[in-house]
């Protein structure tokens, strides 16, 4: 796809004529370029961008002429030209491109990358999707997969450029319900680890606390700046986070639009952070997590996250080695467990929504069942403030009985 078009008169030419300019991405290298045209009739600047729009129009017909209903192309070359589309009309950021293509590189090309796209049937489909599993990937991996491939049979049979989807009738992977949470212990030892392994002046420090008590992503934490620490408020806003691309990392926008988001820290961070803030003596535009205004990488942040559960054996629930996000599932479970409405807690976590916090992290934990069920046992009790009087009970029997026209013999027990 052609964009930006843009006119400039060459004066240095007979005639001095307008030359139109066009970018396109290159599917080979990735690379922005450019293509030129000259426009010897044209009269004016006017005239001549009115050529240059006509002139791209032209070019994407061309381009749209390639649809895959129209052509013998490979779902590897159809999956190419969807996400380099997608990323130059700004619909992704640079690190969500990164990651399809290394989705598509691993987990589709090489079963299906060189079948002709309009010609996979279902079968081809049920067959790949066994064919991910035998490899031994997870329930997630094979998901993600799923999705990403049916997203572009879906995008083409919408706009009516194939006449069918292979992905009709056929079932995604079921996810994997299983979410991991830590122990009373394991979060005790997790900031034990924390306090003797590193000092409050440390951006790693930081780091692993935000993480803990903030639930927050990797790339939030990262690109987190210190205006955006209200000490006076004890809040923290998120606005921003940090991507990772060909080119390496870059500050971004946060994951979708209720990532943005501000909510009170816990006494334990605010002690922590003001801590460091008070020994570096920041600006407000230098990051909380790095050295001034250069952030700590997501690849650093990694290591030393690895590095501190692999020395201190730091593990979850189900005794396999804790990592980053495993903070953030924590902090969702810990939420539930202590009854936290979910309308908060969904904030804290930056969801699009309160129905994914309840269908992620509604069942997660076996305690947060027992926790519920005793505090539901109170609501019962004879002290309750919702507890019925007896003189109530039968005035409420009374009238059930009258508006359902139940007899005493025939009442169920």
């Avoid at 843009?6 to 370029?33: H, L, N």
């Avoid at 293509?35 to 044209?42: I, S």
Wanted: glycine share 4%; charged share 30%; aromatic share 12%.
């Amino acid at each position: 796809m052609y964009f930006s078009p843009s006119v400039k008169q060459i004066k240095d030419r007979k005639g001095k004529p307008w030359r139109a300019t066009v970018y396109y991405i290159d599917p080979e290298d990735q690379k922005k370029k450019q293509k030129t045209l000259v426009l010897r009739d044209a009269t004016g600047k006017r005239d001549a961008l009115k050529m240059a729009n006509a002139w791209m129009d032209e070019l994407n017909k061309e381009y749209e002429d390639t649809a895959p209903s129209k052509n013998k192309k490979t779902v590897k070359q159809v999956l190419q030209e969807f996400e380099d589309r997608r990323l130059v009309a700004r619909e992704i950021e640079k690190s969500t491109y990164k990651k399809a293509l290394s989705i598509n590189k691993n987990y589709i090309n090489p079963h299906l990358g060189q079948h002709i796209f309009i010609e996979v049937e279902r079968k081809d489909i049920e067959n790949w999707i066994n064919t991910l599993f035998a490899r031994g990937l997870s329930k997630t991996t094979v998901r993600n997969a799923y999705a990403q491939l049916k997203k572009v049979y879906t995008y083409y049979f919408d706009r009516e450029e194939i006449d069918n989807t292979p992905f009709k009738a056929v079932k995604p992977p079921r996810p994997n319900k299983r979410i991991t949470h830590l122990t009373k212990k394991q979060m005790d030892d997790f900031l034990y680890a924390v306090y003797t392994e590193y000092e409050p002046k440390d951006a790693i420090f930081s780091a692993l606390l935000l993480a803990f008590y903030c639930g927050m992503r990797r790339g939030e934490i990262c690109g987190l700046r210190w205006r955006n620490v209200d000490f006076e408020n004890k809040t923290i806003t998120v606005d921003s986070a940090i991507g990772y691309g060909d080119g390496g990392g870059y500050t971004k926008s946060p994951k979708n639009e209720s990532s943005n988001r501000t909510f009170t820290m816990t006494p334990q961070l605010y002690e922590a952070l003001k801590q460091r803030y008070d020994y570096i003596n920041p600006e407000n535009s230098w990051f909380v997590v790095g050295k001034k205004e250069k952030f700590m990488s997501l690849t650093a942040f990694n290591k030393a996250f690895n590095e501190l559960a692999v020395n201190y054996d730091l593990k979850d629930y189900y005794e396999k080695r804790l990592t980053p996000h495993g903070l953030r599932h924590n902090l969702a479970s810990v939420g539930i467990r202590s009854g936290m409405d979910i309308a908060s807690l969904s904030k804290i976590m930056g969801h699009a929504s309160r129905a994914m916090t309840l269908d992620t992290y509604g069942d997660t934990d076996p305690d947060a069942i027992k926790t519920a069920t005793e505090k539901l046992a109170l609501q019962f009790d004879d002290d309750s403030s919702i507890a019925v009087s007896d003189e109530v009970a039968g005035e409420l029997y009374s009238y059930d009985k009258k508006h359902r026209n139940v007899d005493d013999e025939n009442e169920p027990s």
